[in-house]
């Protein structure tokens, strides 16, 4: 069965400090790779996709994401944080076994950026 | 272009009870998707609809049902309401069924079972 780990269950930066946020999964298959955010009362977006070809994936807002199959890894970072990016980020995977739609979610991690 | 609408918002039910929440995918989606996401289990896919037909279904009991409208609508139904279904249901829709594909989420409806 498939299933995505995420670590960090709260995490405290101050503006300007960089982030990274680990994510593994479990799926011995091909694999299409997601991060998920929910910023405090709106609705889940889409903050990058992961397909295939270069692993190295690049979304909105200035995050980034690699993927790294050898070690199950989808970690998502960003180089300098901002009190905006103060929200909920959720790993999802699908598998090529699953349905299309059928995502697996990490429990996600809280981010909170102190001005 | 409008996002995914889900009705109602906020709905509060009794134990027992029967609810039905409803889903407008984005105009021309046809597949549409709905996870039960709560504090404890985080989000879990319940099922997925396109051409009016379920293709892929969730680990939840059969009081969980849903379905979907010619013109791609959806809803979900919960029968006999247990306090371990208040949850913020969330529908997604996506443009196609095949894999890859993309979801765009709904704000949800959250639940509440006294």
């Known amino acids: 069965a498939q299933s995505v780990s995420q670590h960090n269950h709260h995490v405290i930066l101050s503006e300007a400090a960089s982030l990274e946020l680990g994510c593994n999964y479990s799926?011995?298959?091909?694999?299409?790779l997601f991060w998920y955010v929910q910023y405090p009362g709106q609705h889940l977006q889409l903050l990058l996709k992961?397909?295939?070809?270069?692993?190295l994936v690049k979304g909105i807002k200035g995050f980034e994401a690699e993927f790294i199959k050898s070690k199950f890894s989808f970690n998502l970072r960003k180089p300098s944080v901002q009190w905006s990016d103060t929200a909920e980020y959720f790993c999802a995977v699908n598998g090529d076994q699953t349905g299309a739609n059928n995502l697996f979610f990490g429990t996600g991690t809280r981010l909170t950026v102190i001005p | 272009k409008a996002g995914v609408t889900q009705t109602p918002r906020y709905l509060i039910k009794t134990r027992g009870q029967q609810v039905t929440l409803s889903c407008s995918p984005i105009s021309g989606h046809r597949s549409v998707s709905w996870y039960q996401q709560t504090p404890g289990q985080g989000l879990q896919f319940l099922f997925e609809?396109?051409?009016?037909?379920?293709?892929n279904k969730g680990n939840f009991p059969g009081r969980f049902s849903g379905r979907q409208f010619s013109n791609s609508r959806s809803e979900m139904n919960v029968s006999t309401l247990e306090l371990g279904d208040s949850a913020l249901y969330l529908c997604?829709?996506?443009?196609?069924?095949?894999?890859?594909?993309?979801?765009?989420f709904g704000a949800g409806s959250r639940l509440t079972v006294l």
């Open positions: 609809y396109f051409s009016e037909t379920q293709r």
């Open positions: 799926y011995g298959g091909t694999v299409n």
């Open positions: 997604a829709s996506s443009l196609v069924e095949g894999s890859p594909n993309v979801l765009t």
């Open positions: 992961y397909f295939s070809g270069d692993p």
